[in-house]
């Protein structure tokens, strides 16, 4: 069985020191659930630091929400692979719609991305998802299939184990518009069938596919027990100790 992976993306919220209150609230809360499920937290740049110190000695994880393909060099406001590992990270976001959408991310930078990503020994969470345009075009298999198959092209079997997938449809993002629980399952099985005939049943059996997308305590149960739904990446929710925990609890 694949182990739940629970993500807590917290965007541009918390600078370093109200950062590292809710990090160590979260550590307190979560408690021994972390013995079942992967569990990341995946503050601001600027805070990574103050919340790996109030993570040190935890099983839970330091992440960060994107990432510059290149080591170093002239390109202005970026931050390296190289620069993110000093912090602390283990994992990192790649793709997220809102980098998508607001600062016209391309499938093909996604993809460098995540080889320098894989090249740095960073666990990348890959996010994919339609718009409510597309998926009332009829358009979800062809976009969603199209972005993970865009993101991942290139990438060895060990590689590919490495990663973590994230359907967040962008209609359900911060909207407190879930997708329902077979809506979701829908897209994963869409998903990992095609992972299952493109890399075979080893990488289709092991690679995680979280869900995203106005995750509460109300209705991270029901979608986690879904067959292909393998945990969940928390935006507003993660951003309070009480309902990140109980959304961790949720994957247990
Ligand atoms: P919300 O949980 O606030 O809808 O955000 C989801 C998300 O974008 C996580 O990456």
Redesign the pocket.
Known sequence: MRRPLVAG?WKMYKTAEPAEELARSIVAQVGRDCEVVDVVLCPPFTSLQAVHEALAGTPIALGAQNMHWENEGAFTGEISPAMILTTGCTYVILG?SERRQYFAETDEQVNRKLKAALGAGLSPIVCVGETLQQREAGQIEAVVLGQVQAALQGLSESELLKIALAY?PVW???TGRTATPAQAEEVHSLIRTSLHQQYGEGVAGALRIQY????KPENAAELFTQKNIDGG?????ALKADSFAAIVKAAC
């Open positions: 993306n997220h967040e359900a993002i911060g995203g997308g106005s995750v990446l928390i935006g507003g929710a």
